[in-house]
């Protein structure tokens, strides 16, 4: 096997989103434009989306890695517009979009067109809420939107297996479509939560932070595997074990969070940036297999599809979100008001991603070549046209409607409310502790632990405080970098006494892991 083109691959796609965050540009953005414009250069080595790849071991971690970064508390609390938009909101896109393209589309039978319905239904939210963070929108609209990305694969992936069926002549139903989606669903759950316990149970059990980390690796693929052979979804096993997990990840030991952390933070950023430069190589392929669907034809198809896709999530969002709480007090009485501007960001953030290519270069042979060519190429269209046209115009639009900013200092307030009680809460647990005489400590490392203590305290009310007029920092600021310098300088003496040959290689790296672990909590101690 030739390792080369997934070097590239991987180097390629990994500079150009380290690049993209020096510039305006959304990271997924830039890497689909170089992409589509790398995929001509000759020379460069053909890659094709094999949904046998990108399916069972690119989705799982990337769905483990969003899913365990979220909120399992928000994300409750948003159950009703998640579920409105993963699993009705695709539904309603497969029949609308496969009817449209019905009738736009000489001679495309209705089954290979509700495929295509399906394929493009899923909005990847992975741009999204990319951007959704950079731009600064409020934590309910990233919560639904992240929610949505979780959950709305299952359904796609659900409704594409039905339609399919029809397609190939399988004779399926819709009451069939509707007990594969009922098993799927409760299936993928159930697994999910058969599995998070016991799981959650080895990763506290287990005592060597590399051994739990190695399972951490595992987990998402464990629960996809075990769903998919159960003819459950592999999708919605992984979310509900990462969001059980992410819940719970303070029971486990700190060095296997700290490794853990950054472990998936490299997996994420590799796994993204090589999921979004593959898309933009797949122009030459997807062309080559248009087959007699070409020219103006091929182009209108296109756009017109984009842009059912486009309002067909407009026309949905709108009464799903106001019409409920016309109808429901009880809805009105627990939720927050939605606004406009909230719907406005939630309808035109609906991107589309590599799981639809990855769909619509798994139909099978089985198919036509005509309807099949012309479904990879319109999806393909579609995924382009919604990652450029709504991804480069979200940021403004999302400035243009001026959501109000965060209150940082309210957030700042409620940090330092928050460690004042923790603090009192080990002050007393101090006090008890040092009560008993098995405890006994030295007044100076008894005044060093009071000492920590009340420097935490202190750290979140001295963001708060003023300026140094010379240097412009914080309290806090200059006390981080006060901090770095003084590690810095005995980092440099470790280092200097292993090359005269005091200590030995192994007693720097040691040395060198305790001052890393003191400068990380430093860092995080002073916000």
Known sequence: MDVMPLLLLVAGSAAVAAAARRTPAPAP??????????????GVPSYTLDPHVVLPLLLPPLLYTSASDSSYLDLRAQLRPVALLSVGYVLFATVVVGWAAYVIVPGLPLPAALVLGAVVAPPDAVAATAVARRVGLPARITTVLQGESLLNDATAITAYKVALGAAVGEGATWAGGIGEFALAAVGGVGIGLVLMAPLHWLR????????QNTLSLLIPFVAYGVAEQSHASGVLAVVVVALYLGHRAWEVDFATRLQEEAVWKMV????ESAVFALIGLQLPIVLKRLGEYQGPDAAWYAVAVFLVVVVARFVWVYPATFLPRLLSERIRAREENPTWRGAMVTSWA?????????IAFAIPSTMADGPRNLIL???????????VVQG???PPLIRLLRFPGRDRQAETLAEANAQAQASRAAEARLDDLLSDERNALPPPLVDRLRTVLERRRNAVWERLGQVNPVTGESVDDTYRRLSREMISAEREVFVRLRDHRYIDDEMLRALLRRLDLEEAAAFREAG
């Open 29 to 42: 953005l830039l890497l689909v434009a170089v992409g589509l414009a790398v995929s001509y250069i000759p």
């Open 204 to 211: 506290t059990h287990l005592k060597e932070p590399l051994l």
């Open 268 to 271: 994420a950023f590799v796994l």
């Open 350 to 358: 609906g991107m589309r991603g590599v799981v639809s290519l990855a």
């Open 377 to 387: 190429f319109l999806t393909f269209t579609t995924v382009i046209g919604t990652l």
């Open 392 to 394: 480069v115009t979200l």
